[in-house]
Structures are given as C-alpha cells and as structure tokens.
C-alpha cells in the first residue's frame, strides 16, 4: 500500500516537472500574458445591470510591461438601456481618442438588439503610452516595471480568477 501511496506522489511529481505550475500564459512572441477575471458583478442598481470584467497584463522577462487591457462587458435588462450606455460609452471613448493620448486604443462593441451587451475595451501600447496615462495603470512604476505579484493579489482580494 506504502508503495502505490508513493507511487503516485512521484507521478504528480512527474507531472507537474513536466508540465509547469507557473503563473500566465506564453504568447507567441515569448512574453508572458497574465489575465484577472470577474464574471456577472452587479452594479447594485434597481436596473439589473451586470457586467463582466478581464484585466490583461503582458511582461517581458525583467519584468517590464509590455502591454494591459481594460475590458467590461455589460449586460443590460433592456435594448433601450443597452442603447443608451452604447450611446454614452461611444461619445466618451471619442472624446478620449480626439485627445490624441498616444499608447491608448478604445474600443466599444455594442449588441443591444440580440443580446443586449456591450463591450468597452482599453488597450495600453506600454511602448508608446502618453505621460497622463500611466496612472491608469496600477503597479506600474516609472521604469515600466511590473508589480505582477501584487497585481494579482490585489485582484483575488477582490474575487477575481487570475492564473
């Protein structure tokens, strides 16, 4: 019995040698991509409103950011609500692009006739981002190095999955 108990922890062993426990995921260009995500958070409104979060962080292998997103879905009650906060979210990500920051794309996907949702995504060119946006990105320092560590805590504090 001792032998198959044994037996067994070397195969996970085995197993995890082989396969890895790290953090992330490699990207075709060999960097290391790290996701947190929430699914179906309430606003805490009489609406109904839900929305799903993913935070996405690229490093390199000193630990510099490469590359982070910002993506929300919502999830509205009704195709009028969803046209409405398509409407909002479109006027402002506009705003934001005729302000020539550079490093920054939005973007908003709305389907507020099927299935009454929208998506506002934020992708930050760390490479070519503008002064005043840095701030938008938490554990950043000014030498583009990451935080990763505290990053992920701070979002598993607040329920989000992150590998």
Request: negative net charge; aromatic residues 12%.
């Amino acid at each position: 019995m001792k032998k198959k108990i044994i037996l067994g922890l070397l195969v996970i062993v085995g197993l995890f040698t082989i396969t890895g426990c790290s953090k992330g995921t490699k990207t075709d260009d060999n960097k290391t991509l790290f996701n947190c995500v929430k699914n179906n958070i309430s606003d805490g409104d009489s609406d109904s409103t839900t929305r799903d979060i993913k935070r996405s962080a690229k490093v390199d292998d000193d630990g510099k950011l490469l590359y982070y997103t910002n993506d929300f879905i919502y999830y509205y009650d009704s195709e009028d609500k969803c046209n409405e906060w398509c409407d909002i979210k479109t006027k402002w990500y506009k705003d934001m692009e005729e302000k020539n920051y550079s490093g920054l794309k939005n973007t908003v996907n709305c389907s507020c006739s099927k299935e009454k949702s929208l998506e506002a995504k934020s992708e930050y060119d760390i490479t070519n981002l503008d002064s005043f946006l840095r701030d938008d990105i938490p554990n950043m320092k000014d030498d583009n190095t990451f935080e990763l560590e505290e990053w992920i805590n701070k979002y598993k504090k607040g329920n989000y999955n992150c590998n």
